[in-house]
């Protein structure tokens, strides 16, 4: 398939200064360096030289793309400019044909670094360790043990991967190799730290661990030594506030022995390099996620990556597969798992039949007859919360129903949706004029003096007699902040998929737009369906659903092939 690019401004002054500098400037390396910048801003760690052949670009200011693979690549590697894998050039040529921005590459070699040199097998007591899984970990009958096998994978190397769908018991399980390692450990016990990328997802993983931690049985010794605190990553690594960068780095590096990462799908190619270098190099790693939600905002898919690397025997990777919270009358599982196989008419047969009671299908309104509707969706939708007379309420309310949109714009984008939801609950103009209902907000940047982080979310409400901002407090109870000092924010009745990320609701309405557009992937319909605990709503077409299932996020990388082969360029 033929995909249509647009070069932004920045890869065309990119690509002029590139040809500037280098004495072997011609067509060729114009479009390489264009080419490579656009692929970086896409998401792309790198641009496959050779399916760029097949690019169609909308605003060329320079004739085609070379047309040769061959020529192409032979000029590209007489420029100065363009260096093999460990030269300090601006642009990287792997011999595959893959062409970086110095940068990208550089955090691409961190990556594979940071998890080849962790990946080889430890020493351990297998006798010990065989009674030490027995105890936490006990069989069941003759079938195999996923969450074992993933415990027999940490404990036996330093770095691995715990993968799965929603409720296949990712973090329990973690809880309790966590206690499994602080047993084998003795004195002095290792220091653990948690992260996650972003608030909420920190939020979500101290309570699941709280959770998994008080259903076990554990000595007093262990049960104490479990962490309590989660970090978002950059707070954990510590931004600096001048010149940018992080705090703890390969010179100044983190203290934890372990280190768990909780929806490692959202964490970029930057950052997942950040962290892995500022790690000790006997530091224990270990990654969970849904290695089919979206991949981050930023550049890479580095879950994605590690998890495809597996399949060739390197990464240790454990896929757990049985589901705990849904059942095999599951609609939202079944569909899940249609989408994730890309058989898009069965999941659209499936969404259409009515036959589970946890998916209804609308088609999409339009004009007014979608504001009526929609009001009338979430009047019903946002009840407990409409109803709440504390914040604590509120937040619950929150919880049990969310709007999701794949936009941001436009009559199904989650600024007009926001816009319709004000309106729907809009105090009344009668009564007492200092009433109104709470609001939900979403905080989108970093403010490390107050500990808000991006994604985490609160509710505006008067409180005896003071108007202020009330969220979740990670240790329990509930934090308030003077709507004076709240960092920048946006209101969160909706909220796009991809900030839904690392959040749960009981019930979801869906909203997906009238025509398709760039951002709808698999992925993103696979993310959006499994927010949903309890329920789903999804409103659409029937070519929009297809057409979303039939599309693949694919992101260019050379970390998969890097890590399966064992190449650690640059050491």
Not at 217 to 222: A, T, Y
Not at 249 to 259: H, V
Not at 285 to 301: F, H, K, P, T
Not at 513 to 523: C, G, I, K, Q, T
């Amino acid at each position: 398939m033929t995909e249509t690019i647009t070069l932004s401004a920045l890869d065309i002054h990119f690509a002029d200064f590139i040809v500037r500098i280098d004495r072997n400037s011609g067509n060729e390396l114009w479009w390489g360096a264009a080419l490579a910048s656009n692929s970086a801003g896409r998401g792309h760690a790198c641009c496959n030289l050779r399916d760029a052949l097949n690019l169609r670009i909308l605003n060329s200011p320079r004739k085609s793309p070379p047309a040769d693979i061959g020529l192409w690549l032979e000029t590209l590697q007489r420029c100065d400019t363009v260096g093999a894998p460990g030269a300090y050039t601006p642009l990287i040529l792997d011999p595959a044909g893959r062409l970086y921005l110095q940068r990208c590459w550089h955090y691409e070699q961190q990556i594979a670094t940071g998890i080849l040199s962790r990946s080889k097998p430890l020493t351990v007591d297998e006798v010990r360790l065989r009674s030490a899984l027995d105890r936490y970990f006990p069989l069941q009958g003759d079938s195999a043990d996923l969450q074992r096998s993933a415990a027999h994978m940490a404990l036996t190397h330093r770095f691995s991967v715990i993968s799965g769908g929603p409720g296949t018991g990712k973090t329990a399980t973690v809880a309790r190799i966590l206690a499994l390692l602080l047993d084998m450990a003795g004195e002095p016990p290792p220091e653990i730290a948690l992260t996650a990328p972003t608030g909420k997802a920190a939020l979500r993983l101290h309570q699941s661990i709280l959770h998994a931690a008080d259903s076990l049985v554990l000595p007093d010794e262990i049960r104490n030594c479990l962490p309590t605190e989660v970090r978002t990553l950059h707070r954990l690594l510590g931004v600096k506030s001048r010149g940018g960068g992080f705090r703890h780095n390969r010179d100044n590096r983190l203290s934890c022995d372990i280190l768990v990462v909780d929806e490692a799908s959202m964490v970029d190619l930057q950052l997942m390099a950040c962290l892995l270098e500022a790690l000790r190099d006997d530091a224990r790693v270990i990654l969970l996620g849904d290695r089919n939600q979206l991949a981050s905002v930023e550049a890479g898919a580095v879950l994605a990556d590690i998890c495809d690397s597996a399949a060739k025997g390197s990464a240790p990777v454990t896929q757990l597969t049985k589901s705990f919270r849904f059942s095999d009358a599951s609609g939202i599982a079944a569909v899940s798992r249609l989408i994730n196989s890309g058989d898009s008419a069965a999941a659209t047969e499936l969404v259409q039949s009515g036959q589970y009671p946890d998916i209804i299908w609308r088609p999409l309104p339009t004009g007014k007859a979608f504001e009526r509707a929609f009001a009338a969706a979430v009047r019903d939708g946002y009840t407990r919360y409409a109803r709440a007379e504390s914040p604590a309420e509120a937040l619950a309310g929150l919880a049990s129903f969310r709007v999701l949109s794949p936009l941001r714009l436009g009559t199904y984008g989650v600024e007009n949706l926001n816009r319709l939801c004000q309106n729907t609950f809009a105090p009344e103009r009668t009564g007492n004029p200092a009433a109104s209902r709470p609001m939900p907000v979403m905080i989108t940047g970093n403010n490390y003096e107050l500990g808000l982080f991006n994604g985490d979310t609160g509710v505006v409400m008067d409180s005896d007699g003071v108007q202020a901002v009330w969220f979740e407090n990670p240790e329990g109870g509930l934090r308030h902040i003077s709507t004076l000092r709240l960092p920048p924010f946006e209101t969160a009745f909706a909220l796009t998929v991809h900030k839904s990320q690392g959040s749960e609701f009981d019930r979801v309405l869906l909203i997906l737009p009238e025509l398709m557009a760039e951002v709808l992937s698999r992925e993103l319909l696979y993310t959006a369906v499994t927010r949903a605990r309890c329920s789903i709503e999804i409103w659409g077409t029937e070519e929009v659903f297809r057409s979303t299932i039939e599309r693949r996020t694919l992101r260019e990388s050379g970390l998969c092939e890097r890590l399966a082969a064992g190449e650690q360029h640059g050491q």
